[in-house]
């Protein structure tokens, strides 16, 4: 062998190492690039659904304020005084007397048997502050 090729095979040597290690530091350099812009999406998602987060959570406070609000409005519109006072004012309706208050026995699952009514007014009629 001569110098010569010795020399060119020992430059070629050099230039395939070189190659290596710029092959290396390449893929070196997109691992890290990758790994960043992983990093940045997963964090920039993470302060997403965490806006979406806050924004449920005013929402659900709001559902409830609402729900509150529509449970006593409920509960004022369906207030024994107010339905008497339009039963009676609107309606023309007006209390029973004792002697026209029927009330009968619930039947229960095993069949029982019903109330006499005359018994029953003469007991609700009976107690006091009942009308």
């Given at each position: ?86 039963a ?13 208050v029927?009330l ?23 107690r006091?502050?009942?009308?």
């Amino acid at each position: 062998m001569s110098i010569y090729t010795s020399n060119y095979l020992s430059g070629l040597r050099y230039r395939k190492l070189r190659y290596i290690r710029r092959a290396g530091g390449l893929l070196f350099g997109i691992m890290v690039c990758s790994f960043l812009v992983l990093y940045v999406w997963q964090r920039v998602n993470v302060i997403r659904v965490g806006y979406e987060v806050e924004e449920l959570k005013k929402e659900k406070a709001e559902l409830s304020k609402s729900r509150e609000m529509l449970n006593i409005e409920a509960a004022t519109l369906t207030s024994p005084d107010r339905v008497e006072r339009i039963a009676t004012a609107s309606l023309g309706m007006k209390v029973p007397e004792e002697c026209q208050v029927v009330l009968v026995k619930r039947v229960g699952a095993g069949g029982g048997n019903v109330a006499d009514p005359a018994k029953q007014a003469r007991k609700s009629a009976a107690r006091p502050g009942r009308s």
